[in-house]
């Protein structure tokens, strides 16, 4: 009986369904997403592919989940069946509410969700693929974008750039378009994220000599986040005689990881790679800048990560990251696949360290006032705002791309 009254309770609220293509990315970053949704009224079921985190977000959110199987990969076979499973997954529903992250996840769901009439249909941008990509496989994703795009009702970008070059490239119409303010799709959490002291065992376990400057990267070991414009620099910085370590911090299962990984090992004991983490703090704390080399982003977490605890960072003007960066204020902004512009930003904050110091307090200060999530969240959302139009055309984008620089 008291299973029946809740799926009647449940029954008379409004269904909101929220999807990434792995639970773990809705696990890190969706809480408040969530949060936000439960507030409004909504009965939120979670669906992404069957992992651990996807009970765990069940079990700590309240929310229903269904495990649905979806490869990050294109596999036509299996995104048909996927697809199969999203048109089942929206009648079984009926949400009035759809919110969609990740390539593969919002092409299959949104796609899903337009086929069975879902009134609000919201994908949240957070990157470009087609970016860096030539030939057919540029025109793929190219098509896959506009598919996701015309089965939605709003595309939310996460940075201004990013907004501007999604219009640029005639992906979305701009009444559909539309971005997070400033930037971010969950912003940080500066409480967790705050400036910490070194951990001098950990230093010594990675044979991190503390006597010498520490150059830092966060992310996935692969060129996209430009490692080798990175490991050029290195080679630059030892030439010009800068004294330096450079610690990698991320994931290495990219198809073109182990290559990299090779290199570095190679360069010595100056340089220290390090996996995937579950906590990055430490690491961070043992940095003396903060370097995102990055071809293309969306809106970098890993920047206001860096940020919040006190860290300049030297980044490049690719899409996105040029919005986590306020040049010559919080940082540095390089050209991207420039070694010796990297190289030259990297001896400008090592050699002063004053300088150094002022960048990652007004770096800390910036997200402490303008990236909290609940108000990050909110613009996402845009719940009682209805699909405003901000985001910019092509014409101010390119003002934005060349301002920061």
């Known amino acids: ?47 992404s592919s069957p992992e651990p985190e996807l009970e765990k977000v069940r079990d700590e959110m309240g929310v229903r989940i269904r495990a649905l199987r979806m490869t990050r990969e294109i596999s036509p076979l299996a995104d048909l069946a996927a697809l199969v499973s999203w048109l089942w997954v929206c009648l079984a529903e009926r949400p009035s509410l759809m919110v969609s992250a990740t390539p593969k996840a919002s092409l299959l769901s949104l796609l899903a969700a337009r086929i069975t009439r879902v009134e609000r249909r919201l994908y949240c941008l957070v990157g470009l ?25 709003e ?30 799709d969950h912003g940080v959490d500066t409480g967790y994220f705050s400036p910490r002291l070194p951990d001098l065992n950990l230093a010594g376990v990675l044979g991190i000599d503390r006597s010498v400057p520490v150059v830092g990267l966060v992310g996935r070991l692969t060129r996209d986040k430009g490692v080798e414009t990175l490991i050029d620099a290195m080679g630059l910085l030892q030439a010009d005689g800068i004294p330096c370590q450079l610690l990698v911090v991320g994931p290495q299962n990219e198809p073109d990881s182990a290559a990299f990984l090779s290199t570095l090992r190679s360069m010595g004991d100056r340089v220290v790679a390090v996996g995937g983490v579950d906590d990055v703090r430490p690491y961070f704390a043992l940095m003396d800048v903060h370097v995102l080399p990055s071809l293309r982003e969306g809106f970098p977490n890993v920047v206001l990560e860096a940020s919040a605890m006190g860290l300049p960072t030297v980044a490049t003007n690719a899409t996105g990251a040029i919005d986590s960066v306020k040049d010559g204020v919080t940082g540095l902004m390089v050209k991207t696949q420039d070694p010796r512009g990297l190289a030259n930003a990297i001896t400008t904050v090592l050699g002063d360290p004053a300088l150094a110091a002022q960048f990652g307090a007004e770096a800390r200060r910036w997200v402490v006032a303008d990236f ?3 108000s990050v969240v909110r613009t996402l959302l845009a719940f009682g705002e209805g699909a405003t139009n901000d985001a910019p055309g092509p014409e101010r984008g390119a003002d934005h791309m060349t301002s920061g620089v």
């Open 155 to 184: 595309v939310v970008a996460n940075s201004p750039s990013l907004a501007a070059r999604y219009a640029e490239l005639h992906l979305a119409p701009q009444r559909k378009l539309r971005q997070t303010r400033p930037g971010s």
């Open 372 to 374: 909290q999530p609940d």
């Open 1 to 47: 009986m008291t299973q029946r009254r809740e799926q009647a309770r449940r029954r008379r609220r409004p269904v909101a369904v929220v999807t990434s293509t792995i639970p773990i990315t809705i696990d890190g970053f969706d809480r408040e997403i969530i949060r936000q949704i439960q507030a409004q009224g909504y009965d939120v079921c979670v669906v």
């Open 129 to 153: 693929r087609l970016e860096g990509e030539q030939g057919r496989r540029r025109q793929l994703l190219t098509f896959m974008e506009k598919v996701t795009s015309w089965a939605s009702t």
